[in-house]
């Protein structure tokens, strides 16, 4: 196959299944995935850029795609902002993919909530919230979503990278050709 399809085939995938598995966490359990402090578990799948480049677009389109529920949410703003950490956190992913403490990628694996704290916080701080900006509120805020992040990647993000690790799955599932 050739290398770009197969590129772009494996980005569609990681988008679908990351949209696919928002959906259904939202609609099995309502507020879980847009809430400040959110569990959702479709951001497990950022571990996917630990492994190859395509999950960095396909990761962003899922996360759009995602957040088009935001808007009726009164979160229009989350379909941008909420997108861009994403694209953020998985660029940084993937850079920093051989730095490993004990053969686990921390530092990586940190990025979704040091991206989505930031930027999310400061888009709940400046938009949501009534009242001047303040470093207070933005730290709340952010520390809010970062929270939540945190307990993904660390809880279902790191079962998925070992699964995938231990049982070699990168060189089945991702190997270039």
Same mark, same amino acid.
């Given at each position: 196959?050739?290398?770009?399809?197969?590129?772009?085939?494996?980005?569609?995938?990681?988008?679908?299944?990351?949209?696919?598995?928002?959906?259904?966490?939202?609609?099995?359990?309502?507020?879980?995935?847009?809430?400040?402090?959110?569990?959702?578990?479709?951001?497990?799948?950022?571990?996917? *850029?630990?492994?190859? &480049? $395509?999950?960095?677009? %396909?990761?962003? =389109? #899922?996360?759009? @795609?995602?957040?088009?529920?935001?808007? +009726?949410?009164?979160?229009?703003?989350?379909?941008?902002?909420?997108?861009?950490?994403?694209?953020?956190?998985?660029?940084?992913?993937?850079?920093?993919?051989?730095?490993?403490?004990?053969?686990?990628?921390?530092? *990586?694996?940190?990025? &979704? $909530?040091?991206?989505? %704290?930031?930027? =999310? #916080?400061?888009? @709940?701080?400046?938009?949501?919230?009534? +009242?001047?900006?303040?470093?207070?509120?933005?730290?709340?805020?952010?520390?809010?979503?970062?929270?939540?992040?945190?307990?993904?990647?660390?809880?279902?993000?790191?079962?998925?990278?070992?699964?995938?690790?231990?049982?070699?799955?990168?060189?089945?599932?991702?190997?270039?050709?």
């Amino acid at each position: 196959m050739n290398k770009n399809i197969r590129y772009l085939v494996i980005g569609a995938l990681i988008a679908a299944l990351y949209a696919a598995l928002f959906y259904a966490q939202n609609l099995l359990l309502p507020g879980t995935a847009t809430m400040a402090v959110q569990f959702r578990a479709a951001e497990a799948l950022n571990v996917l *850029a630990l492994f190859t &480049p $395509a999950a960095i677009p %396909g990761l962003t =389109i #899922g996360c759009v @795609i995602a957040n088009v529920a935001s808007i +009726g949410q009164g979160l229009p703003l989350d379909l941008v902002f909420g997108s861009l950490a994403t694209l953020g956190a998985t660029v940084c992913m993937w850079l920093l993919r051989k730095v490993k403490i004990k053969g686990y990628p921390l530092f *990586a694996m940190l990025m &979704p $909530a040091v991206w989505n %704290g930031v930027i =999310i #916080g400061w888009e @709940i701080e400046q938009f949501f919230i009534d +009242g001047p900006f303040t470093g207070v509120g933005f730290l709340t805020q952010g520390g809010l979503v970062a929270l939540g992040e945190l307990g993904v990647m660390l809880t279902l993000g790191s079962l998925l990278y070992w699964v995938i690790v231990r049982r070699n799955l990168e060189k089945t599932l991702f190997r270039p050709e």
